[in-house]
């Protein structure tokens, strides 16, 4: 039916899609709306063709499917899509912009995840959030206690000592406080149990799966990194290079230079946050254990006499991200 489509441009929603499609001459061939229902069956009478897409919520399930129909998809992140839209906010302004910036040779693309892969970052990301939730429930623990004068240390141990003195100190609490916080440690110890279960199951995949079990093997990467970067990284051949990676996460300077000089300011902190924060974090770790014995990294030793501590952590996390990338990419293990 539609013969004459060489890209297409499909704006995302939960019922109501917007199509603009560009024949070969450049010339507008369809603008139409369509419900979710009849997406597959539109593009099912489409010649192969190239789809943009932005990558927002569904993008990669929708990106799966029309692949499956022959077609060649492209996701771009949002914030590149928008210089493209002419004016105003409409559903058809931004499917005409998605189509023309899809065929820009300079746009940068997300590649499209498996259902797998989607599922691993789907584990993280709640282990996250009932890691969040316990980390509340602490705290609030500590107010509360801390009204009658229950101080214990911070940490885990303190934790544990908090609902011991809760259970041996009930007679110096009232009724109606001890009922409350008797509530708040049971929800503890039940995301503690749902943490652990997921962990497993991250600690499963990481086993089954070889690109995690190589970024493993390199200091400040464990099974939970490792396996958070080898989900959300499905093709490490779209990063030129290792530094266009550790940018990607938003691990390099940001840029402020114009009249030839350069200026450079702290971490842009742009792209994945999680993977960023879970870098940093091994790379706190490292950092520990070289302040404990300079002679394990020399260099790390030699870079905390000119930098804060923070400073150098934040650089190593950044030399980790280049490292993974080389691993991702050379298919190898990491080699001191």
């Known amino acids: 039916m539609y013969r004459d489509v060489s890209g297409v441009g499909l704006d995302l929603a ?91 040779p300079t746009m940068r693309f997300v590649a499209v995840k498996t259902r797998e892969q989607q599922g691993v970052l789907m584990t993280h990301k709640i282990r996250d959030l009932l890691v969040r939730q316990r980390t509340a ?31 041996e100190e009930q007679d110096a609490l009232p009724s109606h406080a001890r009922a409350a916080l008797s509530s708040l440690v049971e929800q503890l110890g039940a995301l503690a149990e749902q943490i652990d279960r997921l962990e497993g199951q991250i600690l499963e995949w990481h086993r089954s799966d070889e690109t995690s079990r190589r970024l493993a093997t390199i200091p400040g990467i464990g099974p939970i990194t490792a396996s958070a970067i080898a989900a959300a990284v499905p093709d490490p051949g779209q990063f030129r290079s290792g530094r266009q990676f550790a940018a990607w996460l938003g691990l390099t300077p940001r840029p402020n230079s114009s009249g030839g000089k350069d200026r450079l300011g702290g971490i842009s ?17 490292v950092m520990r254990m070289v302040r404990k014995d300079p002679k394990r990294q020399p260099w790390l030793a030699e870079l905390l006499e000119r930098k804060t501590v923070r400073v150098a952590t934040v650089g190593l996390a950044n030399k980790t991200a280049r490292i993974a990338w080389a691993v991702m990419t050379r298919k190898e293990v990491y080699a001191t």
């Open 137 to 167: 429930l602490i705290n609030a623990l500590r107010a509360h206690l801390a009204e009658y004068g229950i101080v214990t240390a911070t940490g885990p141990g303190g934790v544990s000592t908090l609902t011991k003195l809760l259970r």
């Open 269 to 285: 902190k742009q792209g994945d946050g999680y993977l960023r924060r879970l870098l940093v974090v091994g790379a706190t770790a």
């Open 14 to 104: 939960k019922r109501v899609f917007q199509v603009h499609a560009v024949g070969r001459d450049g010339q507008i061939t369809i603008r139409r709306k369509l419900r979710r229902g009849e997406v597959l069956a539109f593009f099912s009478s489409l010649p192969s063709c190239l789809v943009g897409m932005e990558a927002c919520a569904s993008a990669h399930h929708w990106g799966r499917e029309l692949m499956a129909l022959g077609h060649d998809v492209r996701l771009m992140p949002p914030a590149y899509v928008k210089p493209y839209v002419k004016r105003g906010k409409t559903d058809a302004a931004d499917a005409e912009a998605i189509c023309q910036a899809v065929t820009r």
